[in-house]
């Protein structure tokens, strides 16, 4: 089989691995909040010709538990204007992408909002992968952070990118104006890989994607009960706030996808239901949440 | 009197005018809202090299009746990188600037939100006035709409800029990643205005200026005890969410602010205290809310 075969076989795999993930996290959500409805959008695209550039699958969730969730998929393709191929690195003005998406925000603040992306990317004759998975709690449950950390960890190690992408992941999720505070705790975040073994690229990250549930819902079914405080949640309204001031003003993934003229509402499912902004907030002092701010940094798990 | 000296004249009395303005706005204000508390922060920055730079005066504001307001003025001076001065357009490696700033949201969603700006800046030999007025009504009181845009039409028609700087406004304030829908509903909007009069240049801009008060707070006083729904509330907040978009994702003064190492709570008063995001977001069909979405769009008002 010749290297452009193989690449055509595996990019159609991810993109099949993506679709897979989507319906197994939306089933879990749905096992774990029976009011959860689902706003599904089948959403097709055209690329800068004008030609078809395929399109994706947005479900919208909304629920007593999980206030407002994202789980989406795409694969678009076709021509891209010369200044994208530029910035994206492709070697011709044409790309290929797959990938999922997904934001939870539960309404409890005793249980984290998480992030995870995973996706494949081809441009001219390069290809790589990109992702990650990050978490954003509003309550000091140590356990629960070093747990989150712990998976990914476990999941990473075995291929010796813990590390890295722990640190990459902590550069990256930086409200750079709020005196380099993160919007959470981190997780991992990779982009640009190819170490130029496709097969096992693809399983690794295959691999790695897997562990999205097993590092996020046991902490949601441990703590969704729990009972909190006014304070807890105005903590959370406002540190969701600043979670939009990421998404808005740092966020690459957010300025490729409105600037590439993505769809909208997909992109922008990342936003929490509500959230507060106070001038010059911060949380009480000598309170839980002062002591929550103190994670907020890189820091050994 | 030289050139040199009744540039350094007029710019203290534009600091001076800035001044007077935010203690009127502030006052006016709480003559509105007895409720009203204030938290006021004076704040001084060091310039590029670290030498005292000016600095400002923050008036954050919270109440029953004005929900959040931010009535701030700066002044600002020193050398600046660069690429800062490159891209403000100086002609050395320093800046002075003055100005307000303000943004006043209400509770009540049928009193508009309303935000304003006049300053003077100069770069290297270089120096210009920029400024404006913009309204963000909630709720289609037509009478309200017009009587905004009409004090503006009366305040700049005279010196024969309403129709370009209304236009400017229409521009300006727009979300582009949403179908290029407003952020409210305009008013005026202008930068970089030097005729070559310093004299009628200055006396033009405090004119202007003084009509803030006139273009809002009648409108206030109308509308805030108007009985309201939850449906007119739930339009409001996402109508903010859509503010906070644009203030995040477009804004050139936020953006400018927080690249400048600005004051990040000075900068960010302008976002809502609270404000609501849903996926596909659309105000429900034939209610009042879907009917004043058509005032989102350039209008001959």
Redesign the interface.
């Given at each position: 089989m010749g290297q452009n075969e193989m690449l055509e076989q595996y990019k159609t795999k991810f993109a099949e691995h993506v679709k897979v993930l989507q319906d197994e996290i939306s089933d879990e959500l749905k096992d774990i909040d029976s009011s959860l409805e689902l706003?599904q959008?089948i959403w097709e695209r055209k690329d800068y010709e004008g030609n078809p550039g395929g399109g994706g699958i947005?479900r919208?969730f909304?629920g007593d538990i999980i206030e407002?969730a994202?789980v989406n998929t795409s694969l678009v393709h076709g021509a891209v204007s010369e200044s994208f191929a530029k910035q994206i690195g492709g070697t011709d003005n044409t790309m290929w992408a797959t990938g999922i998406s997904l934001i939870i925000h539960p309404r409890n603040p005793r249980v984290p909002t998480s992030h995870a992306n995973f996706r494949m990317i081809q441009a001219g004759e390069k290809y790589w992968f990109g992702g990650g998975a990050d978490l954003t709690p509003f309550y000091p449950h140590e356990e629960d952070m070093r747990y989150f950390h712990q998976v990914w960890k476990d999941a990473c190690e075995p291929y010796g990118h813990y590390a890295e992408w722990k640190k990459k992941c902590d550069e990256y999720f930086v409200n750079h104006?709020?005196n380099s505070e993160m919007r959470g705790i981190g997780g991992i975040f990779y982009d640009h890989y190819n170490s130029g073994d496709l097969e096992s690229d693809f399983n690794m990250v295959v691999d790695i994607s897997k562990h999205f549930l097993k590092s996020y819902i046991p902490i949601v079914k441990k703590r969704m009960n729990e009972e909190y405080t006014p304070e807890d949640e105005d903590f959370q309204?406002h540190r969701r706030?600043r979670y939009?001031?990421f998404n808005?003003?740092h966020d690459r993934g957010t300025h490729f996808g409105?600037k590439s003229n993505g769809r909208?509402?997909s992109i922008?499912?990342s936003?929490?239901?509500?959230?507060?902004?106070?001038?010059?907030y911060r949380p009480n002092e000598g309170s839980v949440h002062e002591k929550m701010m103190e994670n907020y940094y890189p820091k050994d798990w």
């Open positions: 706003n959008d947005t919208a909304t407002n994202g104006h709020r309204l706030g939009v001031e808005l003003l409105l909208t509402d922008l499912i936003l929490p239901a509500r959230c507060k902004f106070s001038y010059a």
